[in-house]
């Protein structure tokens, strides 16, 4: 999926030497990309490889042990994200980023309402007419493609692709310039992950934004992004556009994971 990238933009996320260790455990070591305005940058690797640890530590979910995150925040300027408060961190979280988590359970709270789980992200940044979220919720559902007459339910009654959509527009619904997604399609059956793949690149593109996405399925990477970064033990083994990672791999691991997608 190509798309032009304004030339005089600089980077949104500039991510430096990160390394994240749980005792003498490597999450990840010394990674550094950076994303650009309206890119998406596939995260891929086997299990275990550190794609999860190194996505939570560039939403500042999770601290690193060492390296450093800059974010190019609303008025331009270039902010080291350890230097943030945590008020601050958290509007940024809840206003200019998304993240949309593999199980929808943690990103949604389960015994609320649709219609009140997309509104809460617009109540956050201070919209107050009841009205008014009510009818920006129930338009991003249609979005979403879940009908209006189920706002009133609660997630708990929902299925799995239509948790991950509802998850999708409470995370849209403020407009973010940055989204994470860590396996937004796992755990759902072939023909319900084929909808919301294509859900997200409807929205990725038409919003422009920008988007980290985890996936261990090489497809979903193909699909969605621009640019592939592959992951093993931790480190990056190979970076670039990812039609070139996935027609011409360089690396031998890259080569093994490409040579094991099933022909489709
Ligand atoms: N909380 C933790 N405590 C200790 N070790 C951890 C913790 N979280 C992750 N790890 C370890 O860090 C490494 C990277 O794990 P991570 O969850 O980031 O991998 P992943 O690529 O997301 O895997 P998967 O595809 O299975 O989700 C693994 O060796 C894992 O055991
Ligand atoms: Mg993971």
Same mark, same amino acid.
């Given at each position: 999926? $190509?798309?032009?990238?304004?030339?005089? /933009?600089?980077?949104?996320?500039?991510?430096?030497?990160?390394?994240?260790?749980?005792?003498?455990? #490597?999450?990840? +070591? =010394?990674?550094?990309?950076?994303?650009?305005?309206?890119? #998406?940058?596939?995260?891929? !690797?086997?299990? !275990?490889?550190?794609?999860?640890?190194?996505?939570?530590?560039?939403?500042?979910?999770?601290?690193?042990?060492?390296?450093?995150?800059?974010?190019?925040?609303?008025?331009?300027?270039?902010?080291?994200?350890? $230097?943030?408060?945590?008020?601050?961190?958290?509007?940024?979280? &809840?206003?200019?980023? !998304?993240?949309?988590?593999?199980?929808?359970? =943690?990103?949604?709270?389960?015994?609320?309402?649709?219609?009140?789980?997309?509104?809460? &992200?617009?109540?956050?940044? !201070?919209?107050?007419?009841?009205? +008014?979220?009510?009818?920006?919720?129930?338009?991003?559902?249609?979005?979403? +493609?879940?009908?209006?007459?189920?706002?009133?339910?609660?997630?708990?009654?929902?299925?799995?692709?239509? &948790?991950?959509?509802?998850?999708? /527009?409470?995370?849209?619904?403020? &407009?973010?310039?940055?989204?994470?997604?860590?396996?937004?399609?796992?755990?759902?059956?072939?023909?319900?992950?084929?909808?919301?793949?294509?859900?997200?690149?409807?929205?990725?593109?038409?919003?422009?934004? $920008?988007?980290?996405?985890?996936?261990?399925?090489?497809?979903?990477?193909?699909?969605?992004?621009?640019?592939?970064?592959?992951?093993?033990?931790?480190?990056?083994?190979?970076?670039?556009?990812?039609?070139?990672?996935?027609?011409?791999?360089?690396?031998?691991?890259?080569?093994?994971?490409?040579?094991?997608?099933? +022909?489709?």
């Amino acid at each position: 999926m $190509s798309q032009s990238i304004p030339a005089d /933009a600089g980077p949104l996320l500039s991510v430096r030497d990160i390394t994240k260790t749980y005792g003498a455990r #490597v999450g990840c +070591e =010394d990674v550094s990309f950076d994303v650009w305005p309206g890119e #998406v940058v596939a995260i891929v !690797g086997e299990s !275990g490889s550190g794609k999860t640890t190194l996505l939570n530590c560039i939403s500042t979910r999770l601290a690193p042990t060492s390296g450093t995150i800059s974010y190019a925040m609303r008025d331009g300027t270039m902010r080291d994200l350890a $230097s943030l408060g945590e008020a601050e961190r958290r509007l940024l979280m &809840r206003t200019d980023w !998304g993240f949309v988590h593999q199980h929808a359970s =943690d990103g949604l709270r389960m015994r609320v309402s649709a219609g009140a789980n997309v509104g809460e &992200r617009l109540m956050a940044v !201070g919209d107050r007419n009841y009205g +008014e979220i009510r009818a920006t919720a129930t338009d991003w559902l249609g979005r979403v +493609e879940i009908a209006a007459d189920r706002i009133d339910d609660q997630p708990v009654a929902f299925s799995g692709g239509m &948790r991950q959509r509802l998850q999708i /527009a409470r995370n849209l619904v403020t &407009r973010p310039r940055l989204v994470f997604m860590d396996e937004p399609t796992g755990g759902l059956d072939v023909s319900v992950q084929a909808r919301l793949l294509d859900l997200i690149r409807t929205l990725v593109s038409e919003m422009g934004l $920008s988007v980290v996405i985890v996936t261990h399925d090489l497809a979903v990477a193909r699909l969605l992004s621009q640019r592939m970064i592959v992951m093993k033990a931790g480190r990056i083994i190979e970076h670039g556009l990812t039609d070139r990672v996935l027609d011409d791999p360089h690396h031998a691991y890259t080569q093994l994971l490409v040579a094991s997608i099933p +022909e489709s």
